[in-house]
Protein backbone atom coordinates (compact mmCIF):
# COMPACT_ATOMS: atom_id res chain seq x y z
CA UNK A 1 0.00 0.00 0.00
CA UNK A 2 1.41 3.68 -1.17
CA UNK A 3 2.23 5.41 2.19
CA UNK A 4 0.40 8.04 1.37
CA UNK A 5 -2.91 5.98 1.72
CA UNK A 6 -1.51 4.49 5.12
CA UNK A 7 -0.91 7.93 6.47
CA UNK A 8 -4.02 9.13 5.18
CA UNK A 9 -6.35 6.26 6.80
CA UNK A 10 -4.26 6.84 10.63
CA UNK A 11 -5.16 10.61 10.39
CA UNK A 12 -8.40 9.80 9.08
CA UNK A 13 -9.17 7.02 12.33
CA UNK A 14 -7.26 9.26 14.63
CA UNK A 15 -9.25 12.68 13.96
CA UNK A 16 -12.50 10.50 13.69
CA UNK A 17 -11.71 9.17 16.99
CA UNK A 18 -10.83 12.56 18.48
CA UNK A 19 -14.01 13.88 17.32
CA UNK A 20 -15.86 11.03 19.19
CA UNK A 21 -14.36 11.84 22.21
CA UNK A 22 -17.02 14.29 23.08
CA UNK A 23 -19.44 12.22 23.59
CA UNK A 24 -17.45 11.63 26.35
CA UNK A 25 -16.62 15.19 27.41
CA UNK A 26 -14.90 18.13 26.22
CA UNK A 27 -11.17 17.83 25.84
CA UNK A 28 -8.30 18.69 24.49
CA UNK A 29 -8.50 15.76 21.68
CA UNK A 30 -11.63 16.95 20.40
CA UNK A 31 -10.54 20.96 20.59
CA UNK A 32 -7.08 19.64 18.96
CA UNK A 33 -9.44 17.84 16.19
CA UNK A 34 -11.60 20.77 15.68
CA UNK A 35 -9.33 23.13 15.05
CA UNK A 36 -7.94 21.34 12.90
CA UNK A 37 -11.06 20.53 11.10
CA UNK A 38 -11.25 24.97 10.96
CA UNK A 39 -7.85 25.78 9.76
CA UNK A 40 -7.85 22.80 7.10
CA UNK A 41 -11.29 23.82 5.84
CA UNK A 42 -10.17 27.94 5.54
CA UNK A 43 -6.35 26.57 4.10
CA UNK A 44 -7.91 24.46 1.59
CA UNK A 45 -10.61 27.11 0.34
CA UNK A 46 -7.80 30.02 0.27
CA UNK A 47 -6.09 27.78 -1.88
CA UNK A 48 -8.52 26.75 -4.19
CA UNK A 49 -9.83 30.26 -4.23
CA UNK A 50 -6.78 32.13 -5.12
CA UNK A 51 -5.74 28.84 -7.67
CA UNK A 52 -9.05 29.25 -9.66
CA UNK A 53 -9.97 32.98 -9.46
CA UNK A 54 -6.78 34.94 -9.53
CA UNK A 55 -4.54 32.65 -11.41
CA UNK A 56 -6.79 30.56 -14.10
CA UNK A 57 -9.68 33.21 -14.29
CA UNK A 58 -7.90 36.31 -14.13
CA UNK A 59 -3.62 36.30 -14.52
CA UNK A 60 -3.87 33.76 -17.36
CA UNK A 61 -6.26 35.22 -19.32
CA UNK A 62 -4.94 38.78 -18.51
CA UNK A 63 -1.06 38.05 -19.38
CA UNK A 64 -1.36 35.40 -21.59
CA UNK A 65 -4.04 35.76 -23.74
CA UNK A 66 -4.39 39.44 -23.53
CA UNK A 67 -7.16 39.70 -22.15
CA UNK A 68 -7.19 42.62 -20.75
CA UNK A 69 -10.96 44.03 -20.58
CA UNK A 70 -10.65 41.36 -17.24
CA UNK A 71 -9.29 44.49 -15.64
CA UNK A 72 -13.08 45.65 -15.26
CA UNK A 73 -14.61 42.94 -12.95
CA UNK A 74 -10.79 42.83 -11.24
CA UNK A 75 -11.11 46.72 -10.64
CA UNK A 76 -14.65 46.27 -9.36
CA UNK A 77 -13.79 43.56 -7.06
CA UNK A 78 -10.87 45.60 -5.75
CA UNK A 79 -13.40 48.47 -4.84
CA UNK A 80 -15.06 45.52 -2.22
CA UNK A 81 -11.17 46.43 -0.47
CA UNK A 82 -11.47 49.83 0.20
CA UNK A 83 -13.62 48.62 3.14
CA UNK A 84 -10.19 48.51 5.13
CA UNK A 85 -9.28 52.32 4.97
CA UNK A 86 -11.73 54.49 6.27
CA UNK A 87 -10.82 57.48 3.90
CA UNK A 88 -11.66 55.40 0.73
CA UNK A 89 -14.67 53.36 2.27
CA UNK A 90 -17.64 54.73 0.28
CA UNK A 91 -15.40 52.97 -2.56
CA UNK A 92 -16.69 49.80 -1.52
CA UNK A 93 -20.53 50.62 -2.02
CA UNK A 94 -19.70 50.59 -5.50
CA UNK A 95 -18.58 47.02 -5.33
CA UNK A 96 -21.97 46.57 -3.21
CA UNK A 97 -24.10 48.04 -5.44
CA UNK A 98 -23.01 46.42 -8.62
CA UNK A 99 -23.27 42.81 -6.89
CA UNK A 100 -26.45 43.87 -5.15
CA UNK A 101 -27.94 45.23 -8.36
CA UNK A 102 -26.85 42.14 -10.65
CA UNK A 103 -27.57 39.01 -7.71
CA UNK A 104 -31.36 40.64 -7.58
CA UNK A 105 -32.26 41.22 -11.30
CA UNK A 106 -30.80 37.63 -11.95
CA UNK A 107 -32.68 35.80 -8.91
CA UNK A 108 -35.59 37.63 -8.02
CA UNK A 109 -37.66 36.67 -11.55
CA UNK A 110 -36.46 33.17 -11.23
CA UNK A 111 -37.14 32.56 -7.70
CA UNK A 112 -40.96 34.11 -8.48
CA UNK A 113 -41.04 31.50 -11.40
CA UNK A 114 -39.27 28.81 -9.78
CA UNK A 115 -40.62 28.46 -6.10
CA UNK A 116 -43.79 30.52 -6.50
CA UNK A 117 -45.51 30.37 -9.83
CA UNK A 118 -44.47 26.97 -9.98
CA UNK A 119 -45.47 25.60 -6.61
CA UNK A 120 -48.62 27.33 -6.87
CA UNK A 121 -49.41 25.73 -10.55
CA UNK A 122 -48.87 22.51 -8.53
CA UNK A 123 -51.35 23.33 -5.84
CA UNK A 124 -54.25 24.35 -7.74
CA UNK A 125 -55.11 20.58 -8.70
CA UNK A 126 -58.64 19.30 -9.92
CA UNK A 127 -60.03 17.79 -7.09
CA UNK A 128 -62.20 15.85 -9.65
CA UNK A 129 -61.07 13.72 -12.68
CA UNK A 130 -62.39 13.12 -15.91
CA UNK A 131 -63.20 8.70 -16.15
CA UNK A 132 -62.50 7.28 -19.33
CA UNK A 133 -66.06 6.74 -20.17
CA UNK A 134 -66.59 10.76 -19.91
CA UNK A 135 -68.17 11.22 -16.31
CA UNK A 136 -66.40 12.68 -13.21
CA UNK A 137 -65.01 10.45 -10.81
CA UNK A 138 -62.55 10.94 -7.70
CA UNK A 139 -59.39 8.63 -7.06
CA UNK A 140 -58.93 7.42 -3.46
CA UNK A 141 -55.46 6.41 -3.68
CA UNK A 142 -53.55 7.82 -1.00
CA UNK A 143 -50.11 6.15 -2.29
CA UNK A 144 -50.51 8.17 -5.88
CA UNK A 145 -49.35 12.02 -5.37
CA UNK A 146 -51.55 12.38 -8.70
CA UNK A 147 -55.06 11.09 -7.05
CA UNK A 148 -57.88 13.29 -6.30
CA UNK A 149 -57.72 12.65 -2.62
CA UNK A 150 -53.93 13.40 -2.27
CA UNK A 151 -54.80 16.82 -4.14
CA UNK A 152 -57.53 17.71 -1.59
CA UNK A 153 -54.98 16.61 1.09
CA UNK A 154 -52.86 19.28 -0.21
CA UNK A 155 -55.75 21.76 -0.45
CA UNK A 156 -56.81 21.52 3.14
CA UNK A 157 -53.18 21.93 4.08
CA UNK A 158 -52.39 24.61 2.27
CA UNK A 159 -55.47 26.52 3.38
CA UNK A 160 -55.12 25.28 7.12
CA UNK A 161 -51.57 26.78 7.52
CA UNK A 162 -52.15 29.65 6.12
CA UNK A 163 -55.04 30.19 8.11
CA UNK A 164 -52.18 29.06 11.41
CA UNK A 165 -50.37 32.23 10.07
CA UNK A 166 -53.24 34.45 9.46
CA UNK A 167 -52.83 36.63 12.87
CA UNK A 168 -54.99 40.02 11.99
CA UNK A 169 -57.78 38.36 13.33
CA UNK A 170 -58.69 36.57 16.61
CA UNK A 171 -58.40 32.43 16.05
CA UNK A 172 -62.23 31.60 16.69
CA UNK A 173 -64.86 29.27 15.33
CA UNK A 174 -64.28 28.19 12.21
CA UNK A 175 -61.08 29.94 12.09
CA UNK A 176 -59.97 28.52 15.51
CA UNK A 177 -60.71 24.93 13.55
CA UNK A 178 -58.64 25.37 10.25
CA UNK A 179 -55.77 27.24 12.55
CA UNK A 180 -55.63 24.03 14.63
CA UNK A 181 -55.73 21.63 11.46
CA UNK A 182 -52.83 23.91 10.42
CA UNK A 183 -50.82 23.07 13.48
CA UNK A 184 -51.79 19.29 12.61
CA UNK A 185 -49.84 19.29 9.31
CA UNK A 186 -47.50 21.22 10.59
CA UNK A 187 -46.58 18.99 13.37
CA UNK A 188 -47.08 15.87 10.47
CA UNK A 189 -44.09 18.38 8.36
CA UNK A 190 -41.89 19.05 11.41
CA UNK A 191 -41.98 14.83 12.60
CA UNK A 192 -40.54 14.40 8.85
CA UNK A 193 -38.12 16.65 8.79
CA UNK A 194 -37.27 15.08 11.90
CA UNK A 195 -37.47 11.70 10.84
CA UNK A 196 -35.35 12.80 8.14
CA UNK A 197 -32.66 14.24 10.11
CA UNK A 198 -32.23 11.27 12.35
CA UNK A 199 -31.63 9.23 9.69
CA UNK A 200 -29.12 11.33 8.13
CA UNK A 201 -27.32 12.00 10.85
CA UNK A 202 -27.18 7.68 11.78
CA UNK A 203 -25.93 7.51 7.66
CA UNK A 204 -22.85 10.16 8.99
CA UNK A 205 -22.03 7.72 12.00
CA UNK A 206 -22.57 4.98 9.95
CA UNK A 207 -20.21 6.63 7.55
CA UNK A 208 -17.57 7.21 9.90
CA UNK A 209 -18.03 3.58 11.60
CA UNK A 210 -17.45 2.21 8.35
CA UNK A 211 -13.91 3.41 7.89
CA UNK A 212 -12.58 2.78 11.47
CA UNK A 213 -13.49 -0.79 11.02
CA UNK A 214 -12.19 -0.73 7.28
CA UNK A 215 -8.75 0.89 9.22
CA UNK A 216 -8.83 -1.74 11.50
CA UNK A 217 -7.54 -4.52 8.97
CA UNK A 218 -3.88 -5.07 9.20
CA UNK A 219 -3.29 -3.78 5.69
CA UNK A 220 -3.72 -0.38 7.56
CA UNK A 221 -1.50 -1.37 10.05
CA UNK A 222 -4.70 -2.06 12.84
CA UNK A 223 -4.87 1.95 12.64
CA UNK A 224 -8.37 2.17 14.32
CA UNK A 225 -7.29 -0.19 17.14
CA UNK A 226 -3.76 1.34 18.23
CA UNK A 227 -5.21 4.70 18.35
CA UNK A 228 -8.48 3.74 19.87
CA UNK A 229 -5.98 2.47 22.36
CA UNK A 230 -3.72 5.39 22.69
CA UNK A 231 -7.02 7.95 22.71
CA UNK A 232 -8.59 5.92 25.45
CA UNK A 233 -5.41 6.23 27.47
CA UNK A 234 -4.77 9.63 26.79
CA UNK A 235 -8.32 10.96 28.40
CA UNK A 236 -7.43 8.86 31.46
CA UNK A 237 -4.26 10.39 31.64
CA UNK A 238 -6.45 13.61 31.02
CA UNK A 239 -9.03 12.71 33.51
CA UNK A 240 -7.05 11.79 36.16
CA UNK A 241 -4.65 14.69 36.01
CA UNK A 242 -7.64 16.98 35.62
CA UNK A 243 -9.04 14.89 38.87
CA UNK A 244 -5.46 16.10 40.71
CA UNK A 245 -5.95 19.94 39.65
CA UNK A 246 -8.99 20.03 41.03
CA UNK A 247 -8.56 18.34 44.64
CA UNK A 248 -5.22 20.79 44.51
CA UNK B 1 -36.67 7.92 42.81
CA UNK B 2 -38.77 5.51 41.41
CA UNK B 3 -37.26 3.91 38.04
CA UNK B 4 -39.29 5.82 35.79
CA UNK B 5 -37.64 9.04 37.78
CA UNK B 6 -33.72 6.85 37.51
CA UNK B 7 -34.59 6.12 33.81
CA UNK B 8 -35.28 9.76 32.73
CA UNK B 9 -32.25 11.37 34.39
CA UNK B 10 -29.86 8.04 32.90
CA UNK B 11 -26.69 9.64 32.43
CA UNK B 12 -26.85 10.55 28.28
CA UNK B 13 -23.51 8.74 27.67
CA UNK B 14 -25.23 5.54 28.15
CA UNK B 15 -27.70 5.95 24.81
CA UNK B 16 -24.75 7.19 22.85
CA UNK B 17 -23.20 3.54 23.95
CA UNK B 18 -26.79 1.55 23.08
CA UNK B 19 -26.75 3.79 19.81
CA UNK B 20 -23.12 3.52 19.01
CA UNK B 21 -23.56 -0.59 19.65
CA UNK B 22 -26.62 -0.86 17.55
CA UNK B 23 -24.65 0.58 14.18
CA UNK B 24 -21.49 -1.33 15.19
CA UNK B 25 -22.76 -4.94 15.08
CA UNK B 26 -24.70 -5.07 12.04
CA UNK B 27 -21.76 -3.84 10.64
CA UNK B 28 -19.67 -5.92 11.31
CA UNK B 29 -22.32 -8.95 11.02
CA UNK B 30 -24.71 -8.06 8.22
CA UNK B 31 -27.99 -9.77 8.14
CA UNK B 32 -28.99 -8.27 4.30
CA UNK B 33 -32.59 -6.58 5.38
CA UNK B 34 -34.89 -6.41 1.89
CA UNK B 35 -34.72 -3.06 0.47
CA UNK B 36 -37.34 -1.54 -1.29
CA UNK B 37 -36.52 0.88 -4.17
CA UNK B 38 -38.58 3.78 -4.52
CA UNK B 39 -40.49 5.93 -7.18
CA UNK B 40 -37.98 8.56 -6.89
CA UNK B 41 -34.75 7.29 -7.14
CA UNK B 42 -36.37 4.43 -10.00
CA UNK B 43 -37.01 7.79 -12.03
CA UNK B 44 -33.44 8.98 -11.56
CA UNK B 45 -31.84 5.26 -12.99
CA UNK B 46 -35.12 5.20 -15.55
CA UNK B 47 -33.97 8.60 -17.15
CA UNK B 48 -29.70 7.11 -17.41
CA UNK B 49 -31.25 4.22 -18.29
CA UNK B 50 -33.28 5.62 -21.41
CA UNK B 51 -30.48 7.58 -22.52
CA UNK B 52 -28.63 6.54 -25.44
CA UNK B 53 -25.12 6.02 -25.58
CA UNK B 54 -22.75 8.48 -26.00
CA UNK B 55 -25.05 11.41 -24.24
CA UNK B 56 -24.24 14.37 -22.13
CA UNK B 57 -24.57 13.55 -18.49
CA UNK B 58 -23.74 16.53 -16.31
CA UNK B 59 -23.00 15.46 -12.55
CA UNK B 60 -22.51 18.29 -10.17
CA UNK B 61 -21.05 16.99 -7.18
CA UNK B 62 -22.93 19.85 -4.70
CA UNK B 63 -21.51 18.65 -1.48
CA UNK B 64 -18.11 18.33 0.89
CA UNK B 65 -16.39 15.94 2.95
CA UNK B 66 -18.70 16.43 5.88
CA UNK B 67 -21.76 14.91 3.74
CA UNK B 68 -19.08 12.34 1.93
CA UNK B 69 -21.23 9.03 4.01
CA UNK B 70 -24.51 10.28 2.37
CA UNK B 71 -23.30 11.33 -1.06
CA UNK B 72 -20.07 9.57 -2.25
CA UNK B 73 -22.07 6.62 -2.53
CA UNK B 74 -24.77 8.14 -4.47
CA UNK B 75 -21.67 9.52 -6.74
CA UNK B 76 -20.39 6.15 -7.00
CA UNK B 77 -23.75 4.29 -7.65
CA UNK B 78 -24.54 6.93 -10.79
CA UNK B 79 -21.18 7.12 -12.34
CA UNK B 80 -20.89 3.95 -12.37
CA UNK B 81 -24.14 3.83 -14.58
CA UNK B 82 -23.58 6.74 -16.29
CA UNK B 83 -20.13 4.82 -17.57
CA UNK B 84 -21.53 1.44 -18.10
CA UNK B 85 -23.96 3.29 -20.48
CA UNK B 86 -21.14 5.09 -22.25
CA UNK B 87 -22.40 7.98 -21.70
CA UNK B 88 -20.02 11.14 -21.87
CA UNK B 89 -19.56 12.44 -18.09
CA UNK B 90 -18.92 15.84 -17.28
CA UNK B 91 -18.18 16.44 -13.43
CA UNK B 92 -18.31 19.83 -11.54
CA UNK B 93 -18.58 21.07 -8.19
CA UNK B 94 -20.49 24.33 -7.01
CA UNK B 95 -18.61 24.16 -4.01
CA UNK B 96 -15.03 24.68 -3.37
CA UNK B 97 -14.72 22.51 -0.39
CA UNK B 98 -15.31 19.39 -2.29
CA UNK B 99 -13.93 19.73 -5.53
CA UNK B 100 -11.12 17.67 -4.67
CA UNK B 101 -12.98 14.90 -3.46
CA UNK B 102 -15.49 15.25 -6.44
CA UNK B 103 -12.17 14.60 -8.51
CA UNK B 104 -10.98 11.79 -6.21
CA UNK B 105 -14.51 9.85 -6.92
CA UNK B 106 -14.48 10.56 -10.24
CA UNK B 107 -10.68 9.76 -11.42
CA UNK B 108 -11.50 6.40 -9.58
CA UNK B 109 -14.57 5.15 -11.13
CA UNK B 110 -13.43 6.25 -14.35
CA UNK B 111 -10.22 4.07 -13.71
CA UNK B 112 -12.18 0.76 -11.95
CA UNK B 113 -14.59 1.32 -15.91
CA UNK B 114 -11.79 1.87 -17.86
CA UNK B 115 -12.65 5.29 -18.89
CA UNK B 116 -9.93 8.25 -20.28
CA UNK B 117 -9.80 11.51 -19.31
CA UNK B 118 -11.01 14.23 -22.03
CA UNK B 119 -12.36 11.56 -23.95
CA UNK B 120 -15.40 9.48 -21.69
CA UNK B 121 -15.12 12.00 -19.34
CA UNK B 122 -14.09 15.55 -17.97
CA UNK B 123 -13.88 17.12 -14.38
CA UNK B 124 -14.22 20.73 -14.88
CA UNK B 125 -13.65 21.51 -11.52
CA UNK B 126 -14.87 24.04 -9.18
CA UNK B 127 -15.70 27.68 -10.46
CA UNK B 128 -16.82 30.97 -8.59
CA UNK B 129 -20.40 32.56 -8.96
CA UNK B 130 -23.14 29.72 -8.58
CA UNK B 131 -25.78 30.83 -9.97
CA UNK B 132 -24.23 33.42 -12.51
CA UNK B 133 -22.09 30.48 -13.27
CA UNK B 134 -25.08 28.18 -14.33
CA UNK B 135 -26.70 31.24 -16.31
CA UNK B 136 -23.19 31.83 -17.89
CA UNK B 137 -22.76 27.87 -19.03
CA UNK B 138 -26.05 27.96 -20.41
CA UNK B 139 -24.73 30.71 -22.66
CA UNK B 140 -21.32 29.21 -22.87
CA UNK B 141 -19.92 26.48 -21.14
CA UNK B 142 -16.34 27.51 -22.54
CA UNK B 143 -17.06 30.93 -21.01
CA UNK B 144 -17.75 29.22 -17.95
CA UNK B 145 -14.78 26.75 -17.89
CA UNK B 146 -12.11 27.71 -20.49
CA UNK B 147 -9.82 25.04 -18.49
CA UNK B 148 -10.77 21.92 -16.73
CA UNK B 149 -9.59 20.59 -13.44
CA UNK B 150 -6.31 19.75 -14.50
CA UNK B 151 -6.16 22.85 -17.02
CA UNK B 152 -6.30 21.25 -20.16
CA UNK B 153 -7.98 23.97 -22.13
CA UNK B 154 -11.76 22.09 -22.72
CA UNK B 155 -12.43 23.51 -26.45
CA UNK B 156 -10.12 20.68 -27.83
CA UNK B 157 -11.54 17.77 -25.47
CA UNK B 158 -13.80 14.93 -27.11
CA UNK B 159 -15.67 14.78 -24.69
CA UNK B 160 -17.25 18.31 -24.98
CA UNK B 161 -17.56 17.73 -29.17
CA UNK B 162 -20.72 18.83 -29.64
CA UNK B 163 -21.16 20.51 -26.62
CA UNK B 164 -21.54 24.63 -26.48
CA UNK B 165 -23.72 24.71 -23.40
CA UNK B 166 -26.09 23.59 -21.18
CA UNK B 167 -29.27 22.96 -23.72
CA UNK B 168 -26.74 19.98 -25.19
CA UNK B 169 -26.37 18.16 -22.22
CA UNK B 170 -29.62 15.55 -21.88
CA UNK B 171 -29.17 14.89 -18.29
CA UNK B 172 -28.07 16.78 -14.94
CA UNK B 173 -27.88 15.66 -11.84
CA UNK B 174 -26.80 17.80 -8.72
CA UNK B 175 -25.77 15.83 -5.45
CA UNK B 176 -26.55 18.41 -2.99
CA UNK B 177 -25.99 18.77 0.32
CA UNK B 178 -27.65 22.27 0.87
CA UNK B 179 -27.12 25.45 -1.07
CA UNK B 180 -25.86 25.90 -3.86
CA UNK B 181 -27.36 22.24 -5.24
CA UNK B 182 -30.39 21.23 -6.61
CA UNK B 183 -32.71 24.13 -6.19
CA UNK B 184 -29.58 26.35 -7.55
CA UNK B 185 -29.69 24.10 -10.50
CA UNK B 186 -33.34 24.01 -11.30
CA UNK B 187 -33.55 28.54 -10.31
CA UNK B 188 -31.39 29.51 -13.00
CA UNK B 189 -30.36 26.29 -15.16
CA UNK B 190 -33.62 23.96 -15.88
CA UNK B 191 -36.24 26.47 -15.55
CA UNK B 192 -34.28 28.78 -18.27
CA UNK B 193 -32.43 26.18 -20.50
CA UNK B 194 -34.71 23.53 -20.55
CA UNK B 195 -32.57 20.51 -19.23
CA UNK B 196 -34.11 17.63 -17.65
CA UNK B 197 -32.47 17.76 -13.74
CA UNK B 198 -32.55 14.96 -11.28
CA UNK B 199 -31.28 15.07 -7.69
CA UNK B 200 -29.68 13.33 -5.20
CA UNK B 201 -29.47 14.70 -1.52
CA UNK B 202 -29.01 14.64 2.05
CA UNK B 203 -32.03 13.46 4.81
CA UNK B 204 -31.62 16.64 6.29
CA UNK B 205 -32.66 18.35 3.21
CA UNK B 206 -35.01 15.98 1.89
CA UNK B 207 -38.28 16.83 2.72
CA UNK B 208 -37.83 20.58 1.40
CA UNK B 209 -36.78 18.92 -2.31
CA UNK B 210 -39.65 16.57 -2.31
CA UNK B 211 -42.09 19.83 -3.30
CA UNK B 212 -40.08 20.37 -6.54
CA UNK B 213 -40.30 16.68 -6.96
CA UNK B 214 -44.05 16.44 -6.87
CA UNK B 215 -44.66 19.52 -9.12
CA UNK B 216 -42.22 17.95 -11.81
CA UNK B 217 -39.31 20.57 -11.44
CA UNK B 218 -37.12 17.81 -10.81
CA UNK B 219 -37.76 14.58 -12.53
CA UNK B 220 -36.50 12.18 -9.34
CA UNK B 221 -34.62 12.34 -6.05
CA UNK B 222 -32.54 9.75 -3.98
CA UNK B 223 -32.64 10.81 -0.69
CA UNK B 224 -29.65 10.36 1.85
CA UNK B 225 -27.78 6.92 2.31
CA UNK B 226 -31.33 4.40 2.04
CA UNK B 227 -31.78 6.34 -1.35
CA UNK B 228 -27.82 5.48 -2.63
CA UNK B 229 -28.63 2.14 -1.17
CA UNK B 230 -32.00 1.73 -3.15
CA UNK B 231 -29.74 2.64 -6.31
CA UNK B 232 -26.81 0.35 -5.78
CA UNK B 233 -29.66 -2.52 -5.87
CA UNK B 234 -30.99 -0.77 -9.04
CA UNK B 235 -27.67 -0.90 -10.91
CA UNK B 236 -27.19 -4.68 -9.05
CA UNK B 237 -23.68 -3.67 -7.82
CA UNK B 238 -24.02 -3.34 -3.75
CA UNK B 239 -22.09 -1.01 -2.24
CA UNK B 240 -21.40 1.34 0.67
CA UNK B 241 -24.97 2.19 0.99
CA UNK B 242 -26.28 -1.16 0.90
CA UNK B 243 -24.03 -2.45 3.80
CA UNK B 244 -24.99 0.51 5.55
CA UNK B 245 -28.63 -0.36 5.83
CA UNK B 246 -28.74 -2.94 8.15
CA UNK B 247 -26.73 -0.70 10.43
CA UNK B 248 -29.35 2.28 9.64
CA UNK B 249 -32.60 -0.22 10.59
CA UNK B 250 -31.05 -0.97 13.77
CA UNK B 251 -30.24 2.25 14.64
CA UNK B 252 -33.69 3.92 13.76
CA UNK B 253 -35.48 0.82 15.93
CA UNK B 254 -33.20 1.54 19.40
CA UNK B 255 -34.48 5.40 18.66
CA UNK B 256 -38.44 4.17 18.32
CA UNK B 257 -37.68 2.33 21.49
CA UNK B 258 -36.58 5.00 23.44
CA UNK B 259 -38.83 7.15 22.48
CA UNK B 260 -41.25 4.95 23.41
CA UNK B 261 -39.93 4.15 26.83
CA UNK B 262 -38.96 8.07 27.55
CA UNK B 263 -42.91 8.10 27.37
CA UNK B 264 -43.71 5.51 29.33
CA UNK B 265 -41.60 6.72 31.89
CA UNK B 266 -42.72 10.40 31.74
CA UNK B 267 -46.85 9.34 31.32
CA UNK B 268 -46.14 6.97 34.70
CA UNK B 269 -44.11 9.80 36.44
CA UNK B 270 -47.13 12.14 35.81
CA UNK B 271 -49.92 9.29 36.78
CA UNK B 272 -48.18 9.00 40.21
CA UNK B 273 -47.50 12.51 41.01
CA UNK B 274 -51.60 12.92 39.98
CA UNK B 275 -52.49 10.24 42.83
CA UNK B 276 -50.40 11.62 45.68
CA UNK B 277 -52.13 15.10 44.71
CA UNK B 278 -55.14 14.39 43.06
CA UNK B 279 -55.90 18.38 43.17
Given at each position: MPFEMLLGAWVAAGLTLFIFTF????????????????????????????DT??????YEPMVKQGDWSLLVPLGIGMLMLARYFPKITWLSRIAFAFIVGVGSGLAIPRIISSYILKQVEDTVRPLVS??????????????????????????IGVVSVLFYFFFSIEHKGPVRVAAHTGILFLMISFGAAFGYTVMARMSLLIGRLTDLIEFADPQYGRASLWLLLATVATLIVWSVRRGEQKEG | MTFAERMLHIDRRIIFLVIGVCTLVPLLYPVGLAIKVSPEVRSVHDHIESLPEGSVFLLSLDFDPASKPELYPQAVALLRHAFQKNLRVIGMTLWVTGAGMADQVITQMARDLGKENGKDYVFLGWSPGVGSLIITMGQDLYKAFPSDYYNQPTKELAVLKGVQNLRDVNYVVSLAAGTAGIETW??????????????????????????????????????????????????GKKGRAVAGMDAQSATHFAIIVLVILCNVFYLSIRASRGKADPR
Open positions: LYKDNPLFKLAEHLYVGISVGYTIVKVYVIIRLLLAAEGGPTFTYNLLDPASNLNALVLL | YVFGKDKYKFELGGGCTGVIAPGLYPLLRSGQINGLIGGLRGAAEYEVLI
